[in-house]
């Protein structure tokens, strides 16, 4: 089943909400505030987030802008006592998919959950083991294990990058949405020059020619991707 996130300040109707998604089979992670739900919007793992806009520290429009920037595609509904049109469409504008007005009830917002996680794009699941040509990555361990027997180790930032392009095997990755993606900063603030730097390593390590690559291409004019 799914993940969702909900970030809620008042405990009563967060522990309410998230007492309904478990019993409906989901998993579920909890903010109390702005600033965890921040980070957990930043680093978790979701496939929908559930998000009131007054918030301490962080209100959701900032959460709501952030996320935008660096998961695009996450589906999110703002759950708040403001029925104002105003924010309403401040809210949709951002980027938010639906949007619940408090108090309302368990059952219209499980099947608002149930629409939106319906009308969102596949979403790839996470990659643990990539295969490659002379062997396998194995990115929970940061190992890499050849045919020959031999193993090397991978950083944490080569985990993520090949986990990141195996999750998406067979599609050019441009060096602007690993920056977002990866190493979740924006273009503007880190040269592209470090994706190509760290291809490069990870090519090596791979045992997959920089001059011929076969397993980890580039794609002229795109960015990277891993043959299917």
């Known amino acids: 089943m799914p993940t969702l996130l909900v970030i809620e300040d008042d405990s009563a109707i967060r522990r309410g909400v998230c007492d309904a998604l478990r019993f409906s089979g989901y998993e579920v992670l909890e903010a109390a505030e702005g600033i965890s739900g921040m980070e957990q919007a930043a680093k978790a793992s979701f496939d929908l987030m559930l998000l009131d806009l007054v918030l301490p520290n962080h209100n959701g429009f900032e959460i709501l802008r952030a996320l935008r920037e660096h998961r695009p595609g996450t589906p999110v509904i703002i759950l708040s006592a403001r029925g104002e049109e105003a924010d309403r469409v401040k809210g949709l504008k951002l980027g938010a998919d639906d949007y619940v007005v408090k108090p309302f009830s368990v059952r219209e917002l499980l099947a608002r959950v149930e629409a939106v996680l319906r009308r969102s794009p596949e979403r790839p699941k996470p990659v643990h ?83 011929n690559p076969k397993f980890l291409l580039t794609v002229r004019g795109k960015g990277y991707m891993l043959a299917v």
């Not at 993520?160 to 190493?183: C, K, N, T």
């Open 129 to 211: 083991c990539v295969a490659f040509p002379c062997g396998e990555a194995d990115v929970e361990r940061r190992e890499l294990r050849f045919a020959d027997g031999s193993r090397a180790e991978l950083s944490e930032r080569e985990c993520d990058l090949i986990q990141y392009l195996a999750s998406h095997r067979g599609r050019a990755i441009s060096r602007e949405e690993l920056l977002r993606r990866v190493w979740r900063v924006e273009p503007r603030h880190t040269e592209t020059r470090t994706i190509d730097m760290h291809i490069a390593n990870l090519r090596a390590k791979l045992r997959d020619d920089g001059s």
